[in-house]
């Protein structure tokens, strides 16, 4: 269940959400995908390989816009294979920007 936090934009509650995104999701471009699906959706946060295969991303923004997100990583882009999403809900702290690290 998302946290519910007193930080607003434009009237709208805000959502954090750190999510581990796990399969084929390394060199086949999931990052930048996502770093532009993000800026699309008014998203920030950021978004990482991890050193065990896994991709790594947090989430910032309205709770529609954050649950978004979290069902485009369960799809990826194409040439990617999820196999498991797993996400921890977390209260906002202010993210700026969306950047692939």
Avoid at 49 to 71: C, H, K, P, Y
């Amino acid at each position: 269940m998302p946290v519910r936090a007193a930080p607003r934009r434009g009237g709208l509650r805000l959502s954090r959400a750190v999510v581990r995104i796990r399969g084929d999701v390394q060199g086949v471009g999931f990052r930048y995908a996502a770093q532009a699906r993000a800026r699309s959706r008014s998203v920030a946060g950021w978004i990482r390989n991890a050193r065990d295969g896994s991709v790594e991303a947090v989430l910032e923004g309205t709770e529609e816009d954050v649950e978004s997100m979290i069902a485009w990583c369960r799809q990826g882009p194409s040439g990617a294979r999820v196999d498991r999403v797993d996400v921890r809900w977390e209260e906002p702290r202010g993210e700026a920007g969306f950047d692939v690290r």
